[in-house]
Structure formats: structure tokens, C-alpha cells
């Protein structure tokens, strides 16, 4: 009996969280690939899990052991009906589409039932177990479930995601989940039979008392004790995707990214859940201090760490913090009679969390604030509850301590663009990101500049002087991709190099993925046209508006920019016959990795002229991008290099480095091409499909 119920639960926490990750790679292309996407998702699921922990309550509250197992086993088979859960074509987004309604609408009729299932599976079972082996402690099962939804999450990257597609990891997920089904069906007769009695308040575990430090394991609940329930798994979700946010807006929004947080993240759950000799409150409040200075350190000297030991330090912090918060979590758990209320009240805090996140940060603030809110709210709360047990004063002055560090902190801090004297005139913040337009005062007022930032990366820079407001900068100068595909393209038509001012050229039509600030718009002559595909409006109203930048209003061509994520916009248009198309849509230094597919550029392709350049602008501190490109290329057969500019500071331009495609061979062979080729050695490198994307070969 104890095995039946300890392999279903372990299963059902590994579809659980194995589900999440799946679901996800289908839908993030669909919103723009950027972190938000699984920042929602995150919440959507929070709320499915919040809803199976209702249920299970309820279930148990209300309805006699026999009653329980028939409603249960019958729910049970009509999640069955629902399988697989491979998302309808239909359920993708239109244009305009309302990102976090229209995510919460594909993922409840996709997964819903079935995961409210596996929801429920943890608290309904352990209720179950109690009852029928009274004398035996259900929360080792909980630190069981854990470890089952880790490996879930670590088995993916390395195992599920690189040997299976999409579609493949749904139907064995789906497989799977029958199994479960049948375990559980086998649980519920178990239940049926065996589950007369009633939950003991007393067990075995009280005897735990007095050798447990803080000799927490009570009867009495207080409402302050359901406080701490509800907050403590609050703040450890808010600091989870604070975190994960973080890592992926500066490298890149895919599974593996998401998974290591959260398998840290059940990690501390599984530490604290499985005994109470594991926690040490005291070591750990050490710990966590520690990790947030070595944070604000990091965060005031940036340029001292690599990326893996920034992700290692963020990482540090989410653990030391997750594991106060679950630790004060465990100290204050109730008898098994009031098991399912306690999950109940660690699920809505964990949407909370995720509600706090993705929905209410995104409308009071206009900048990324989760991170610092979550380690003060963890300081503050957990003063309280040390408090509420009446701890030494020694403990309570070590926190002191933690809130003068963060206060140091929130003085001192200074994100490292606005180290260079810049002002910043106009921030704001949607689902896409933050975006800030600063002010550059230069020596001289013919150099003084307005600047696009996203996250932690510049998206465009135009000068104030009236003359030099058309000179093309930034990634867009001349010298750089752009400038070279286009005097590669005039070499092929005129046999002449490309002049900005050459007013009797043929006309061009450009296509652009990502608008930016309009930069490339300084090379329009009347006869030109643009097409811009721009997934953020607010992108659009920053370029547009007159006050900061003036390449669109300013540009002779004809325009227009079409909002949505290109690829799904791309689809639904016709043959383009592009001469030149720019792929540059990347959110702070992050990839939307399905823009860089060979999916997507076959999409491309196919609104290219025969003899049109396809540009993309690969520029990436962390990620050798390049090398992702020309792979594709030599998968499609297609003429391929690598260019490279340092940039000028005079002319405002910055260094970037592009890959430049084009069947025509002849194209690309000029002598502007040949000055500028980057003949770095590239990576050998796996094709990156719409089915697979291997970050870990093209780290810096």
C-alpha cells in the first residue's frame, strides 16, 4: 500500500512539471519568444495548481472515503478524453492578440483538466495515505512529489528535448499520464476499501517534539500561522521568476533556462519537507545575506564576472531564499488534519506569487523591481515570523543587518547604462519588456544623442542636431551589415558602390524584423518602401514620436509597420520579393530562438527576391550566434558571411557583427564584402529547428 501511493504521487509530480516545459515550447513562438511568455505561463499554471489543491480540499472536507474515490476515478477518466495535449493550430494567436487572456485561454484548453488531475494527485493522496496508515507521516511523500517534478524538469533539456519533437514528447506524455490514471484509479479503490477511519491530528511525527529546535509541530492554527503559509510560498515564487526573468531577458527565453531555477526552486522543498535536520535556520539567514551582497556586488561591478558566474550568483540567491522561506514553511506545518488546507494555502500563495509577477508589477511599475521587492518582502517576513516564535534577539540583528545591506542596495545601485552621465526622459513597461529613452549630453551639442534601451541593450541612437538627425547609426551605419549588403546589391544591379545620397539608384524594398528606433529608415529614397514587423507597440510609439526620433517621420519612403510576431505575420502575407530583409528582434541581449531556425528561414526565403540579401544582425555578448546562422545556411545551400564592425563613437555607431545570406553567389563577392568578412573560425554546431535548439555549443 505505501508503494502504490508513493509511485503514483512521484508520477504525477513528474507529469506535473514535465508538462510545463513541453507546453511551453510550442506556445513561445507564438508570443514573440521573448521571457514574459513563460512568466504567464508560470502564473496560468500557479492557478491550475492552485484550483487541483482547491478540489482535493473540498474533496476531502465535504465527502465520505467512498464517495472521494468514485468522484475522483470519475473526474480521472474524463481527463483521459481530453488526451494528447498537442496545442490546435487554431488556438494561435491573431494579430493584436491580448498576450496574457488569449495564453490563459490555449493552456486551460489544452492542459486544463489534466493538470487540475495532477494538481489535486499530492494533497488528495497524501490525505488518503493518512488515513489509511494512521501511523505513518504523509510529508516525506510531499518531499517524494518534489523530487518526481525535478527530474521531471532536469530529464528534459538533456534527455526529452535533444532525442524527441514537440509532437512526439506529447504523445508519450500523454502515455504516461494513462498509467498515472490507472495508479490513481488503483489508489482510489485502496481508499475506497481501507479509508474508513479517521485522520489522527497525533501520529508518529510527535514524537518529533522536543527534539525539533523550534518545536513547531502544533495543533492550534492561529490566522498569524496561516499568514506565514500563504506569504513565505509568496515571496519564494516572486523571487523564482524575478530570477528567471533575469537570466533569460539577458541570454535567452527557452526550456533550459526556465528549468534551473525551478529545479532549484523543488530542490529547497525537497531539502526542508524531508526532515526537519536538514534546515538550520541560522546557517542559512547567513547564507542568504551573503548572497545578497555577493549580488550587489555583481550588480554594482558588472563587468568583473563571466556570464556563468552571474547565473551562478542569481542562482545562489533564489536557493538561500527559497530555502528561509520554505524552512519558516516546514517549522510551521500543522497536523495531518489540517494537511490539505496547508497545501491549499502554499498553492494560492505560490499564484500569488506568480499573480504579483506577471500581472500587478507590469502595471505599477516601469522597471524591473520583482527582485529587490522579493529579497526585502523575505527579510521583512521572516523578521516576523522569528518574532512570532520568539527567537533570540541575536537572530533579529542579523536581520537588521540584511536590510541595511539591501538598503546599500537601493542607494547604490545603477544599472550600467546609465553610468555615462545619461538622463533618462521617458520609461515604460508592458509585456514585452521595459523600455527607457535616454538623453546623451555630449562635449559639443552637435554630438549630443537620444537613446532606445531595452533591458540592458541599446536599440537605436539618433543625434539632436537637425543635420545629423539622418545619418544612420548605431547597428545601421555604413560600415556595417546593412551598408555592406546594400553596396553588395548595387555592385550586382549598376556594377557601382551603394551611395546613402544616390538619388538615381533603382528603387529597393526593404523588409525589417524589428523596428527599433526606425534607423535603417535613413536610407530611403522616395521611390524605396519599407515593411517593419514589430511585436511591442510601444516600440512603435517610441519611434514614431517626434520629440526623441525622427527616421520614421523624416523617411521620404513609403512605410509601414506591421505589429505581431513576424513569423506568424510573415505567414499570412504574400510572396514580399524583398530586396534586402533585416532580421534584428532581439529583446535586451535574449534570442527569440524561433527567428533562428531553419523553420524560419525558409519563411524568409520566401519573401526574398532570388537575388535579395537576408541580413541578420547577430551581435551577443554571451552566445556565438554566427555560427548558428552559417549552419543554417549550409543546411539550405545558400552563399553565406560573416561581417564585422568595430563601430565609430563620431558617427554613433557601435560595434555589431552580421551574417549575410544570398543564393546569387555572385552577390556577396565585392570588395567592401572582403574588407569587412569576420574569417573567425566558426563552431561546428547542431541545426537549430523549430524541434530543437542546443544552447550549450555556442556559449562565449
Not at 505589429?563 to 530583409?581: H, K, Y
Not at 563577392?669 to 561546428?684: G, L, P, Y
Request: net charge negative; glycine share 6%.
Amino acid at each position: 500500500m505505501p508503494l502504490i501511493f508513493a509511485l503514483t504521487i512521484f508520477t504525477g509530480a513528474f507529469l506535473l512539471f514535465q508538462v510545463q516545459p513541453i507546453i511551453g515550447k510550442f506556445i513561445l513562438p507564438w508570443y514573440g519568444g521573448g521571457p514574459a511568455v513563460w512568466t504567464t505561463c508560470m502564473l496560468i499554471f500557479q492557478l491550475l495548481l492552485l484550483a487541483g489543491y482547491v478540489y482535493a480540499h473540498l474533496l476531502t472536507k465535504y465527502f465520505k472515503p467512498s464517495r472521494q474515490a468514485i468522484i475522483h476515478s470519475l473526474f480521472i477518466v474524463v481527463s483521459l478524453c481530453l488526451l494528447p495535449i498537442t496545442p490546435a493550430e487554431s488556438l494561435k494567436p491573431g494579430i493584436n492578440t491580448e498576450p496574457i487572456t488569449s495564453i490563459l485561454i490555449l493552456l486551460i484548453a489544452t492542459v486544463g483538466m489534466p493538470y487540475l488531475i495532477l494538481s489535486a494527485t499530492g494533497p488528495l493522496l497524501q490525505g488518503w495515505f493518512a488515513r489509511c496508515l494512521p501511523g505513518k507521516s504523509p510529508y516525506r511523500l510531499y518531499a517524494l512529489s518534489n523530487v518526481g517534478s525535478m527530474l521531471a524538469l532536469i530529464s528534459y533539456p538533456f534527455l526529452v528535448e535533444p532525442a524527441v519533437t514537440r509532437t512526439q514528447q506529447t504523445h508519450i506524455w500523454s502515455w504516461i499520464m494513462a498509467a498515472f490514471a490507472v495508479m490513481s484509479i488503483a489508489c482510489a479503490f485502496i481508499m475506497k476499501l481501507k479509508g474508513t477511519g479517521p485522520i489522527f491530528a497525533q501520529s508518529n511525527e510527535i514524537q518529533l517534539k522536543g527534539t525539533d529546535p523550534f518545536n513547531s509541530y502544533q495543533d492550534k492554527i492561529t490566522l498569524s500561522r496561516r499568514f506565514f503559509w500563504l506569504a513565505f510560498p509568496a515571496i519564494a515564487c516572486l523571487e523564482l521568476l524575478a530570477i528567471t526573468a533575469k537570466i533569460t531577458q539577458d541570454i535567452a527565453a527557452i526550456p533550459f533556462l526556465w528549468i534551473l531555477p525551478l529545479a532549484i526552486y523543488l530542490l529547497t522543498f525537497i531539502i526542508c519537507f524531508d526532515s526537519h535536520r536538514w534546515y538550520k535556520h541560522s546557517i542559512f539567514v547567513l547564507l542568504f545575506i551573503s548572497a545578497i551582497g555577493l549580488t550587489v556586488w555583481q550588480r554594482l561591478q558588472p563587468d568583473r564576472f563571466s556570464l556563468p558566474q552571474e547565473i551562478a550568483i542569481y542562482l545562489a540567491l533564489l536557493f538561500t531564499c527559497a530555502m528561509v522561506c520554505h524552512g519558516q514553511l516546514y517549522y510551521l506545518r500543522p497536523g495531518h488534519h489540517k494537511l490539505t488546507s496547508y497545501y491549499l494555502m502554499i498553492a494560492a500563495g505560490g499564484a500569488l506569487g506568480g499573480f504579483i509577477v506577471a500581472v500587478i508589477c507590469p502595471l505599477i511599475f516601469d522597471s524591473y523591481l520583482e527582485l529587490n521587492l522579493g529579497i526585502i518582502a523575505c527579510i521583512m517576513f521572516t523578521l516576523l515570523a522569528d518574532i512570532h516564535r520568539r527567537l533570540p534577539l541575536s537572530r533579529r540583528l542579523i536581520w537588521a543587518m540584511a536590510i541595511m545591506i539591501v538598503g546599500i542596495w537601493s542607494v547604490l545601485y545603477r544599472t550600467p547604462v546609465d553610468s555615462g552621465g545619461r538622463t533618462s526622459l521617458y520609461q515604460t513597461r508592458n509585456f514585452f519588456g521595459v523600455l527607457t529613452v535616454w538623453t546623451d549630453a555630449a562635449d559639443s551639442p552637435l554630438d549630443a544623442r537620444y537613446l532606445l534601451q531595452h533591458g540592458t541593450t541599446f536599440h537605436g541612437i539618433q543625434f539632436q542636431d537637425a543635420v545629423k538627425r539622418r545619418i544612420p547609426t548605431a547597428y545601421y551605419g555604413t560600415e556595417a551589415g546593412v551598408g555592406i549588403a546594400l553596396d553588395a546589391i548595387s555592385h550586382h544591379r549598376r556594377g557601382i558602390p551603394f551611395a546613402i545620397d544616390d538619388t538615381a539608384r533603382d528603387p529597393l524594398r526593404f523588409g525589417v524584423v524589428g523596428l527599433g528606433v526606425g534607423t535603417i529608415a535613413a536610407y530611403g529614397l522616395p521611390s524605396d518602401y519599407f515593411c517593419f514587423y514589430e511585436i511591442d507597440p510601444a516600440v512603435l510609439k517610441i519611434a514614431e514620436d517626434d520629440r526623441w526620433f525622427s527616421y520614421l517621420s523624416g523617411c521620404p519612403s513609403d512605410y509601414e509597420v506591421l505589429i505581431g510576431d513576424a513569423r506568424l505575420v510573415m505567414d499570412t502575407q504574400p510572396d514580399q520579393d524583398f530586396d534586402l530583409l533585416v532580421i534584428d528582434a532581439f529583446s535586451s541581449d535574449s534570442i527569440p530562438v524561433h527567428l533562428l531556425t531553419v523553420e524560419a528561414v525558409n519563411v524568409y526565403l520566401r519573401h526574398l527576391d532570388q537575388d535579395g540579401v537576408l541580413a541578420f544582425h547577430l551581435s551577443n555578448r554571451h552566445l556565438d550566434l554566427p555560427s548558428v546562422v552559417l549552419r543554417l545556411a549550409e543546411e539550405l545551400g545558400i552563399n553565406a558571411c560573416q561581417v564585422h564592425d568595430d563601430g565609430d563613437d563620431d558617427i554613433a555607431t557601435l560595434a555589431a557583427t552580421w551574417v549575410l545570406l544570398c543564393r546569387n553567389e555572385n552577390i556577396l563577392n565585392t570588395q567592401m564584402v572582403d574588407s569587412k568578412e569576420d574569417m573567425v573560425k566558426k563552431k561546428e554546431v547542431s541545426l537549430w529547428t523549430d524541434d530543437f535548439v542546443n544552447l550549450f555549443e555556442i556559449l562565449k
